[in-house]
């Protein structure tokens, strides 16, 4: 187990700061260096949760704003996911008369373990500062104690279940599909007892009687394993509550009560928690992001698919062949429950996300995690061929042969998949085929650009020109009043330069046509312009000595800034050899 936890570390910090910073990674930066410089922090929905902003913060101090240290806690936070997969293996003896045989054994623990080191989803955003690793990790961690909780009788692993929890709601705001997903998973697990009985597959065909005695007798046995935990609900429920607290509540001078103030006694505890709490849930009903979405369906749910497959094949195959031995003779109680959340989870998110970014995916193949394992070692242990499909669906003979040659063709593709995929996305700048990376990812190096922007922090700094650079009031302390569509066309355009510059220190002006370009007194050493723009800013530009290069910044060439750069005035910034 410590050794893939090592080479879980190892696939997530090895040049981890190489890549170009993504778009989201550079909106998230640019407001966590905002924090650490002096300016108030709360929650902001554009950014999700406070936790890597948080986290970021104190080594954007200690060791400088780079990429690495952007990335760094989501890289230990899935480096470490691998140990989790402990709290799923079953205990040599049960302590308490309640507690439930729903554990994994030995061989299922280390290939859960191994998934969670090797999946390429999981390595690829543990390598990238967003939220969605730490609160798939923090989510399986929280299910694996409670799963402890039920396989022991301890009531020790509801608080860990609590606090894990705890840490998960700070992270990204569809933790709330996390928890419905999770009552769901229970109910799911209650109920499948008395459908066992009524599969038409069976040998022998069970009275609906039995079904009904087979659901209360599961109702019985749920709520002799839950009640020996009830008294610790609460005191779970307040250990969940201090990360909450610590996250969420705001920072320095922003207003109202803060974290701060209640530390020094200045602002009632009440009155934070309340910020925290409800003032984050008011913050996020009225965003842009709570609202309803109007997009195609089967368009992002066939992205989504096509993600799965390609980051998380393995996870795949081993929860779908794990679920067919499952149907065909029933004995892992958290097969079907866990499979039932991930297809709840595939049909649900491409209602509920704004965009089908590969990063999604995580959310969908979490939960099939463990019935993957499960699936996985009864694979190895050679057992593969006595379930292909239950015989209800599948004839003797040459159907169950072919099904058979599918099965062993899945199982050599998940093999040669997850290095192939592993080796494509390490690549950096990412390939144009790598499925992994999200189209705001820059294909170009940004780092001339970068050197360009930080020598003109001692010269004049930098200047956006153009409407596609438009910002009312050059301000972005705070999220406009009508933060959504108008605000994302305003300021989210300038990403991730809008990063470069606040961590060069730059100063940033705004020119919005060629007349106020040539009326300004004095033109900073760098500009930035849209490609379609470009020409209106070269007219005044290029008779005054700046060079012209062109970065994509997007991987399909769907968004690019042309810079205009004064060398002169620059202290050895080169720019780029491909020129527009």
């Known amino acids: 187990m410590l050794a893939l936890t090592a080479l879980a570390l190892l696939l997530r910090l090895v040049a981890l700061g190489d890549r170009t910073m993504h778009w989201d990674e550079a909106r998230v930066a640019y407001w966590t260096l905002r924090y650490v410089r002096g300016a108030g922090f709360a929650y902001r929905p554009v950014i999700h949760g406070p936790f890597v902003p948080i986290t970021v913060a104190p080594l954007f101090e200690q060791f400088g704003p780079t990429a690495f240290a952007a990335r760094l806690p989501v890289a230990i936070v899935g480096g470490l996911a691998p140990l989790s997969a402990l709290l799923f293996r079953q205990p040599a003896g049960r302590s308490h008369p309640s507690a439930l045989d729903i554990g994994l054994d030995d061989d299922e623990t280390v290939v859960l373990a191994a998934l969670l080191a090797v999946t390429p989803s999981l390595v690829y955003y543990s390598r990238f500062m967003r939220s969605d690793v730490p609160l798939a990790v923090f989510a399986l961690f929280a299910l694996g104690f409670a799963v402890r909780a039920l396989a022991t009788g301890r009531r020790r692993h509801v608080l860990g279940a609590g606090l894990f929890a705890g840490f998960a709601i700070p992270t990204k705001e569809n933790v709330l599909l996390y928890a419905a997903c999770a009552l769901g998973t229970a109910a799911v697990g209650i109920c499948w007892p008395a459908v066992v009985p009524l599969l038409p597959w069976r040998e022998e065909a069970a009275p609906r009687s039995a079904a009904t005695a087979s659901f209360r007798n599961s109702v019985d046995r749920a709520r002799a394993a839950l009640a020996p935990h009830l008294p610790a609900a609460p005191l779970a429920l307040l250990v969940a509550l201090v990360p909450i607290v610590f996250f969420l509540a705001p920072r320095g001078p922003a207003g109202g009560p803060t974290l701060g103030a209640a530390l020094a006694g200045d602002a009632g505890w009440l009155a934070v928690i309340e910020r925290a709490t409800v003032g984050t849930w008011e913050t996020f009903a009225s965003s842009f992001w709570a609202g309803s979405r109007g997009h195609s369906y089967p368009i992002y749910a066939g992205k989504l698919l096509g993600y799965l497959l390609v980051g998380a094949l393995p996870v795949v195959v081993g929860a779908g062949y794990a679920l067919v031995r499952e149907l065909r003779s029933p004995s892992r109680p958290l097969v079907v429950p866990l499979v039932a959340w991930g ?33 996985w070692v009864a694979l190895v242990r050679g057992r593969a061929w006595d379930v292909a499909l239950p015989d209800a669906v599948s004839d003797p003979g040459t159907r169950r042969r072919y099904a058979r040659y599918a099965l062993a063709g899945l199982v050599v593709l998940s093999a040669v998949q997850v290095p192939l995929v592993l080796a ?6 990412p390939l144009y085929v790598n499925v992994l990376a999200q189209s705001a990812q820059p294909p170009d190096d940004l780092s001339s650009m970068e050197d360009a922007v930080a020598n003109a922090a001692n010269d004049g700094g930098v200047l956006f020109y153009g409407e596609a650079y438009y910002l009312p009031n050059e301000t972005v302390d705070d999220d406009p009043p009508t933060a959504g569509e108008q605000w994302l066309g305003w300021w989210l355009g300038r990403l991730p330069m809008a990063w470069y510059v606040e961590r ?26 849209a490609p379609g723009e ?26 690019a800034v042309v810079v205009f750069v004064d060398e002169s005035r620059l202290d050895g910034a080169v720019g780029r050899s491909v020129h527009s």
């Open 343 to 375: 297809v709840a989870s595939m049909l649900g998110y491409p209602l509920a996300t704004d965009i089908p970014a590969p990063w999604i995916s995580i959310h969908i193949f979490l939960p099939l995690l463990v019935p993957a394992a499960v699936g």
């Open 534 to 559: 470009a020409d209106g800013a070269a007219s005044v530009l290029a008779v005054r000595g700046y060079e012209r290069t062109r970065y994509e910044l997007g991987l399909y060439h769907e968004q």
């Open 504 to 529: 060069a220190g730059a100063e940033s002006s705004y020119a919005r046509d060629p007349a106020a370009l040539r009326d300004r007194e004095s033109i900073p050493p760098v500009v930035f312009a």
């Open 424 to 429: 494509v996305a390490s690549i950096t700048p």
